[in-house]
């Protein structure tokens, strides 16, 4: 599998951090680095990762801006992709390779959306099935999407407004 940088804003939500960087590490995906940035977090979160998680990435941020932490995140990843994730959003198994195959099915788009799932089991898209991809622009949801890491050179990532 083409190589994924997972980038995580977080600010106080240790114990919701620790499941999903634990749910990171189960899939045990080749060539995924797991980057996490943190916003001014005064509940322990940087020690749980250092301690935790050694092999994550930790970027400290002196503000509870999470756009800004990502935008900082996103300017750190050196691999074709960034899938972008809530600290509290975990791919299931076989999630991020679809992802992968289905935005290099489709070399004109920028960024891939998954289906969120929330633990009631139903989708945050409302509908369940395929995306139509005869669209220009679809509107991603924050907490899961696959962007090509030179889109975001292009971009500069979020609006930080």
């Known amino acids: 599998m083409t190589p994924v940088t997972a980038v995580i804003s977080t600010h106080n939500r240790r114990d919701e951090l620790r499941a999903t960087l634990d749910g990171l590490q189960r899939l045990a ?18 020690a749980m990762v250092r301690r935790e998680f050694p092999g994550v990435t930790l970027l400290p941020h002196s503000d509870n801006a999470p756009m800004r932490g990502y935008n900082l995140g996103f300017a750190a990843v050196r691999t074709p992709y960034a899938l972008a994730l809530d600290d509290d959003s975990c791919p299931r198994p076989g999630a991020v390779e679809r992802l992968v195959a289905r935005l290099e099915e489709f070399p004109g788009a920028g960024a891939i959306a998954a289906n969120i799932v929330g633990r009631d089991g139903q989708s945050e898209w409302g509908a369940e099935g395929d995306v139509d991809f005869s669209a220009a622009w679809f509107n991603l949801i924050g907490c899961g999407f696959l962007v090509r890491r030179d889109v975001l050179v292009q971009t500069g990532g979020y609006d930080e407004d």
Do not use: C, E, K, M
């Open 29 to 46: 995906l080749p060539g995924l680095r797991i980057l996490v940035v943190d916003n001014a977090s005064t509940d322990g979160t940087p």
